[in-house]
């Protein structure tokens, strides 16, 4: 494995990476895949946005950074850096599309590996309602799959692939390479004296955290000292702060903000429970996370990766609904028992993912694209 990528240029298209302020789970997978290349032995560009205070051009532990453009012009000057080979020589191609791809496609005859985390098909008109909406999810659910039809993917869990093959994604080259679970890291917090909750995320609509705030509203009456804390920043932040101050008593909300790493999982370790009442996630990076800090998640079945990410009565719990989300956080938050259940279960089950095993098989997949080779969704989780 580590023969067949030594000296191979490696591309990554991403909007962003993870320094970007509204960088995610969504980029630490892709910068981990890309130090798994790294380490064996081959050569990493990321090209990515540009944003205020980054360099146009760095080098990262091995990981070679181009930022270009913006939000939306980061697709047309990612295919001319392709097409007019500013990157140097490339040997594959990973076209990372979240809800719309960097049509590499057209601009190279060089194996392109597709990584999805989700389909956007209920995110498109709840961040983008209207013609741009439909215009988006026309070219996510018509274009890509017609212009990708010869290539490989990468979906992160079972349910994004079978998003995948609904958009006529067919035949045996979709492979599933899960996120992993960083090392528990050990910091001097212990669980809160008061009941705790957090939402760990980017502010953005469809993250739904007003559902964690409307869940706090109803049960901070009989939990009065309960607190959640929401860790994170984005563009929606001004709304959430608008809407906790009009439906809950002050301090029953607090606003992290973007925090270190360190105070994170802190945050992570006081908290009794952690709320994901998002309305998609590919797998939900921050549930693994958690659990390492021994706090299950409660979250929607209906989010997709979620289903994978969590093992429902296990390691977390799943819901159907805002009122099954409420439910849920006050059932444990009575029950000490159950939730000590739950946390080790959640440890359990986080422990078997790690990033090595992710890394290993995003590179058997990368390696087979490179001899022409599709691989399955079993060839790569095996």
Not at 46 to 67: H, K
Not at 263 to 279: D, F, G, H, N, V
Request: aromatic share 8%; net charge neutral.
């Amino acid at each position: 494995m580590t023969d067949a990528l030594a000296g191979r240029h490696v591309a990554f298209f991403s909007w962003r990476d993870t320094r970007n302020p509204e960088g995610g789970g969504a980029e630490r997978y892709l910068e981990k895949m890309a130090a798994g290349m790294v380490a064996r032995g081959a050569r990493v560009t990321i090209f990515c946005a540009a944003y205020a205070g980054a360099a146009p051009d760095e080098t990262v532990d091995g990981v070679r950074f181009v930022r270009r453009g913006s939000k939306l012009s980061v697709y047309l000057l990612g295919m001319w850096a392709l097409l007019r080979r500013q990157l140097g020589r490339v040997d594959v191609v990973v076209d990372v599309q979240n809800g719309l791809p960097f049509f590499t496609a057209l601009v190279t005859r060089k194996p392109i590996v597709v990584l999805v985390h989700h389909v956007h098909r209920e995110q498109w008109p709840v961040v983008y309602p209207g013609l741009t909406g439909r215009v988006g999810w026309w070219i996510e659910s018509r274009v890509a799959p017609r212009l990708y039809r010869r290539q490989q993917y990468v979906a992160v869990s079972r349910a994004t692939r079978a998003e995948l093959r609904e958009l006529g994604v067919t035949g045996p080259r979709i492979a599933v390479v899960h996120n992993g679970t960083d090392p528990v890291v050990r910091v001097e917090a212990r669980k809160s004296a008061h009941p705790s909750i957090c939402v760990v995320g980017r502010l953005v609509p469809h993250k739904q955290v007003e559902h964690a705030i409307d869940a706090v509203a109803t049960l901070v009456t009989e939990f009065p000292d309960l607190r959640l804390r929401v860790v994170g920043s984005g563009w929606w932040e001004g709304e959430l702060h608008t809407y906790a101050a009009e439906q809950v008593a002050r301090g029953s909300v607090v606003f992290e903000g973007h925090v270190t790493e360190l105070r994170k999982q802190e945050i992570y370790e006081e908290s009794w429970l952690m709320a994901l009442p998002s309305l998609k996630e590919g797998w939900g990076l921050v549930v693994g996370e958690a659990a390492a800090h021994r706090t299950p998640t409660i979250a929607y079945a209906h989010a997709g990766g979620t289903r994978e990410s969590i093992v429902d009565g296990v390691s977390g719990v799943l819901v159907g609904s805002p009122g099954e989300l409420t439910a849920a956080l006050g059932r444990l938050l009575r029950d000490d028992e159950g939730r000590a259940r739950l946390a080790e279960g959640a440890v359990q089950h986080s422990a078997g993912y790690t990033w090595e095993h992710a890394q290993a098989a995003f590179a058997h997949v990368v390696v087979s694209a490179l001899g022409g080779e599709l691989v399955n969704d079993q060839d790569a989780t095996d």
